[in-house]
C-alpha cells in the first residue's frame, strides 16, 4: 500500500469529475496512487478500463477511507447534500477520515472541493475543518471551476481558490494544474472566496447567455449571415465568451453543445441554479441587481418545454428562435 504522502484521492466521478480526475491521473508520478470513489459501479470500472495504462488507481468505498489513506482529497459533488455526506458523515465522512489519520501519524492533509456549492454549505465544512481535533493539521480548499464539460476534458478548466492556509496554496495548484491550466489557478481570498468568485462569474456568464441568444436571433430573424455576424462580434464591443467559445447557434463552431443537439454542455438547470445562487449572494450583501430575475424567468419558461430541458444553455437560442413573439 502507498504511503498517504503518494497517494491523491478523487471523490465523485460525474460529467465533469471525470474527465476531471483522468487528467489528475495523467498528470501524477508513476508512483502515486490514485483512489477513486463514486456512487456509480460503472463509472468507477470505466475509470479503471481507462487508466490501465497509467499509474496505480485503486477504489475506496467512502470519503473516510479516502482521507485515511491520502495525504489529499479532491471532490468534485453535484451540491450541498451530497457534501454534508461526503465530508460530515461522523462514520463515513472525509473530515472523520482526516482526524483518524492524523492522529495515528499527525500528517498534514489537504481537502478540496471543487464544485460549485451554496457558500453556507461551504462555509459550514470549514467550520467544521477548524473545530476538529485535529484543526493544526487540516487544511479545508474550496476551489470551483470555470470551463464547463470541454475545459474539464481538455484539461484547461480556471481554478477559483479560497483557504485561510495561504502556505498550502502551491502545493493545492500543483494538483489542479494537471487538470487546468497553471496561470489560471487563482488564489481568490479565504474559505468561501473562491466560491463567490465562481458565482459571480456564473452570473455573468448566465446573462450573458440569454443576451447573446438574443442578439443572435434577431441577426437570424433578419436573414443575416451569422457566421460572418460572429467575426464581426468577436472584434467589435460585443465580444464575449459565449459568443467567442461556445456560440449557441448550430453549425457555426465545431465541436461545441449546439453543434451537437445541445448535448453535453452547462444543462440549463445547472445554468439556472447557479444564476440563482448569483443572485442570493446579491442580497445577502446587499447589491442591487436587475437582469436576474427576467433572465431566471426566461429559463423557466425554456425549461418547462421538454424540447428544451435537459439540455446545454445555450438552447435559449433555440427555444428563441422557435418561440412566438410575445
Not at 459550514?124 to 476551489?143: G, N
Not at 464575449?240 to 453543445?257: A, E, H, L, T
Amino acid at each position: 500500500m502507498a504511503s498517504p504522502e503518494k497517494t491523491v484521492a478523487f471523490i465523485g466521478l460525474g460529467v465533469m469529475g471525470y474527465p476531471m480526475a483522468l487528467n489528475l491521473c495523467k498528470g501524477l508520478s508513476p508512483d502515486t496512487t490514485l483512489l477513486i470513489c463514486d456512487v456509480v459501479p460503472s463509472a468507477l470500472e470505466k475509470f479503471h478500463t481507462d487508466t490501465s495504462s497509467l499509474g496505480p488507481v485503486e477504489t475506496v468505498e467512502n470519503g473516510f477511507e479516502a482521507a485515511l489513506r491520502a495525504n489529499t482529497v479532491i471532490t468534485m459533488l453535484p451540491g450541498s447534500a451530497a457534501v454534508k455526506a461526503v465530508y460530515l458523515d461522523p462514520a463515513t465522512g472525509v473530515i472523520a477520515g482526516a482526524e483518524k489519520a492524523t492522529q495515528d501519524s499527525g500528517a498534514s492533509k489537504v481537502i478540496m472541493e471543487c464544485g460549485t456549492i451554496e457558500t453556507a454549505t461551504i462555509l459550514e465544512v470549514a467550520k467544521r475543518a477548524k473545530e476538529s481535533r485535529v484543526a493544526e493539521q487540516l487544511t479545508f480548499v474550496d476551489a470551483p471551476v470555470s470551463g464547463g464539460p470541454m475545459g474539464a476534458q481538455d484539461g484547461t478548466l480556471t481554478f477559483m481558490v479560497g483557504t485561510d492556509n495561504k502556505s498550502a496554496f502551491p502545493d493545492v495548484k500543483s494538483y489542479l494544474s494537471h487538470m487546468g491550466k497553471a496561470d489560471a489557478v487563482f488564489l481568490c481570498g479565504d474559505v468561501g472566496a473562491g466560491t463567490a468568485f465562481k458565482v459571480i462569474n456564473n452570473y455573468l456568464s448566465a446573462i450573458t447567455s440569454l443576451a447573446a441568444s438574443e442578439a443572435l436571433n434577431i441577426g437570424a430573424k433578419m436573414g443575416l449571415d451569422l457566421p460572418l455576424l460572429t467575426d464581426v462580434i468577436n472584434v467589435s464591443g460585443g465580444q464575449c465568451w459565449v459568443v467567442s467559445k461556445s456560440n449557441p447557434v448550430p453549425g457555426i463552431q465545431p465541436n461545441v453543445p449546439s453543434s451537437r443537439g445541445y448535448e453535453g454542455g452547462f444543462r440549463i438547470e445547472l445554468c439556472a441554479k447557479v444564476l440563482k445562487m448569483g443572485s442570493e449572494l446579491a442580497e445577502m450583501v446587499g447589491a442591487r441587481t436587475i437582469l436576474d430575475k427576467p433572465t431566471l424567468e426566461a429559463f423557466g419558461e425554456a425549461m418547462s418545454d421538454e424540447r428544451y430541458r435537459g439540455k446545454d444553455a445555450r438552447v435559449v437560442y433555440k427555444w428563441l428562435n422557435e418561440s412566438e413573439k410575445k
